[in-house]
């Protein structure tokens, strides 16, 4: 069980580490051992203070120096639901499930949008997470959307359990048909319920299947934690980062504009001082009982 778990490794999640080292918590730092794309990526960097015209590679490599030097590491996994236990949170990730009395998220902005119906279908008929969910697809038929190669590996996966799969690849690919596997290069628009099935429509043709597998770089806020307030596409919170939920706080760009290292790095230091007092206040409410 940990004091805290942050999800997202860009500038507020390993800010948010960096301090929560500092304060001597037990916390797990849960994403990719890379940072973010959105700091490696980043051609020059001309407004963080003190590293006038960095490159991102460069602000990428003093980010992960530094939480090396703290001794942090990132547990590289992605998280698809966390459920509310009551006293701490259990998170499920794709390789693992973890625990923890508090939560920062801190897993940034994603611009694509959802498809027509996915929202209102969350976790009835489509699931972001082969691991967690292949069995109920046994010799099933699925669709499977991915927005990367780095999918592929789910993809294989899902096809040794389920019937019949077509996998649908957002980038430029030359991957054939093989086995079960029917690549289909269209466009995905809409999802449907139709009876039992799920339909799939495309810009060019509609599929009826079982269920629609969505394999992207993260998961719907909605579903990643039920309950959790919103203003708009952003998470509610105040100036401590405290979301409406007991124990979760939110910084950086899931919390809204403007989407700047800076304000994402000093938000992640809020949410992790907060944290900190969430975590005394508990302490405190258990000597008293
Ligand atoms: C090309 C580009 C250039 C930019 N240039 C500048 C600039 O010059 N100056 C500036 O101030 N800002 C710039 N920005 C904006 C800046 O990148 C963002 O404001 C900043 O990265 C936000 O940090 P963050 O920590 O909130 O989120 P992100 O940096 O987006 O990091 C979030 C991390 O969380 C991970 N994650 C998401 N969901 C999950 C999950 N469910 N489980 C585990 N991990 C998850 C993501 O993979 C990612 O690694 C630029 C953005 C881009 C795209």
Do not use: W
């Not at 996994?77 to 973890?98: F, N, R, T, V």
């Not at 770089?217 to 990643?224: A, C, I, R």
């Not at 203003?231 to 950086?252: P, Q």
Request: net charge negative; proline share 2%; hydrophobic share 40%.
């Amino acid at each position: 069980m940990y004091d805290c778990a942050i999800i997202g490794t860009g500038p507020a999640g390993l800010e948010a580490a960096l301090t929560l080292k500092a304060r001597n918590k037990n916390f797990i730092l849960i994403g990719s051992n890379l940072s973010s794309e959105k700091v490696y990526k980043a051609h020059e960097i001309k407004n963080y203070l003190g590293l006038p015209n960095i490159l991102g590679n460069d602000f990428q490599n003093a980010f992960l120096n530094h939480i090396k030097l703290m001794d942090i590491n990132i547990t590289n996994d992605m998280i698809i639901q966390i459920y509310d236990m009551g006293d701490y949170y259990a998170l499920q990730g794709k390789e693992e499930m973890y625990e923890a009395k508090s939560i920062i998220i801190a897993t940034g902005v994603k611009m694509e949008k959802p498809y027509i119906g996915e929202n209102e279908l969350l976790g009835n008929g489509i699931s972001y997470c082969a691991t967690c969910d292949a069995q109920l697809y046994k010799n099933k038929d699925i669709i499977t959307i991915v927005d990367s190669a780095d999918e592929l590996d789910e993809v294989n996966f899902l096809s040794e359990v389920v019937s019949n799969l077509k996998l649908i690849p957002l980038y430029d690919n030359n991957l054939e048909n093989r086995c079960n596997i029917e690549v289909v290069n269209e466009k995905p628009v809409e999802i449907k319920k139709v009876d039992k099935k799920r339909v799939l429509i495309t810009d060019k043709n509609e599929y009826s299947v079982d269920g629609i597998f969505i394999l992207r770089k993260s998961v719907p806020l909605s579903y990643l934690l039920y309950g959790i307030e919103m203003d708009g596409s952003h998470i509610k919170v105040d100036r401590l980062m405290k979301t409406n939920l007991r124990g979760v706080f939110a910084a950086g760009d899931i919390v809204g504009k403007p989407y700047q290292y800076i304000k994402a790095a000093g938000e992640g230091n809020v949410a992790a001082i907060s944290v900190v007092s969430f975590l005394d206040e508990l302490r405190r409410n258990k000597n008293e009982n």
